[in-house]
């Protein structure tokens, strides 16, 4: 069993940075394909970015790139994303997930592992 816990979601103005974390327990986290994904309300849940387990692949959904950036620290378990020039289009609850087997980055269904959540909120 993998626990995930995010943090650093929270309010911020449109243009501003939040800074997202998420904390695993898996001894083999570095193994993991470990990604983020975010849910609006009303909305289904979307691809937000991923990145392999060296780090050495990143991928992101057209509506981020440029403006945030995964990365991961294996020695400390814990996948970061840095969100940068943020939209109100941006609000939503942001998920880390984990990946053990291989598989499209992009699915959610891929993906074996959830955290509780962390929400962002954009205002004007």
């Known amino acids: 069993q993998v626990q995930l816990v995010e943090s650093g979601g929270g309010l911020v103005q449109a243009g501003g940075s939040l800074r997202l974390s998420c904390a695993a327990s898996?001894?083999?986290?570095?193994?993991?394909?470990m990604g983020w994904f975010r849910q609006a309300p009303g909305k289904e849940r979307e691809f937000v970015a991923a990145?392999?387990?060296?780090?050495?692949?990143?991928y992101y959904a057209d509506s981020v790139k440029g403006r945030f950036t995964i990365s991961r620290d294996n020695a400390k378990n814990t996948v970061y994303l840095q969100m940068n020039s943020l939209k109100i289009d941006d609000t939503a609850v942001y998920y880390c997930?984990?990946?053990?087997?291989?598989?499209?980055?992009?699915?959610?269904?891929?993906?074996?592992?959830w955290g509780q959540g962390t929400q962002v909120t954009v205002s004007s």
């Open positions: 997930a984990a990946q053990i087997s291989s598989g499209s980055a992009y699915y959610t269904r891929n993906y074996d592992y």
């Open positions: 898996a001894r083999t986290f570095s193994s993991y394909t």
């Open positions: 990145i392999r387990w060296s780090g050495a692949w990143t």
